[in-house]
Nanobody
């Protein structure tokens, strides 16, 4: 069982660069692939970014590529999402997710790849 707790959300001005953190419980964090998803108001949840167990592979949605960076610190059981050049359309609840597939498999962008989910943290971007 893995518990995930996100932090770092809040109200941010357009163009801002907040960093989200996701702290995982358990001693097996380093074996899990990790992802970030988001759900904009009134829309479906969508993939944002993912990182393999070692950090050697990363994946991004086209909408955030070049603006967001996913990273992890296995010693701290934490995965990060560094966001930059935020736009109002980045407003969403951001969720951290953990996959038993350390390398994330063929579909790192699919929510079905992930077993554990955090409660989410709200990011609101003001224009």
């Amino acid at each position: 069982q893995v518990q995930l707790v996100e932090s770092g959300g809040g109200l941010v001005q357009a163009g801002g660069s907040p960093r989200l953190s996701c702290l995982a419980s358990g001693r097996t964090f380093s074996s899990y692939g990790m992802g970030w998803f988001r759900q904009p108001p009134g829309k479906e949840r969508e993939f944002v970014a993912a990182i393999s167990w070692s950090g050697g592979s990363t994946y991004y949605a086209d909408s955030v590529k070049g603006r967001f960076t996913i990273s992890r610190d296995n010693a701290k059981n934490t995965v990060y999402l560094q966001m930059s050049s935020l736009k109002p359309e980045d407003t969403a609840v951001y969720y951290c997710a953990a996959s038993r597939f350390g390398a994330l498999g063929p579909a790192p962008f699919s929510s079905s790849t992930y077993t554990y989910w955090g409660q989410g943290t709200q990011v609101t971007v003001s224009s």
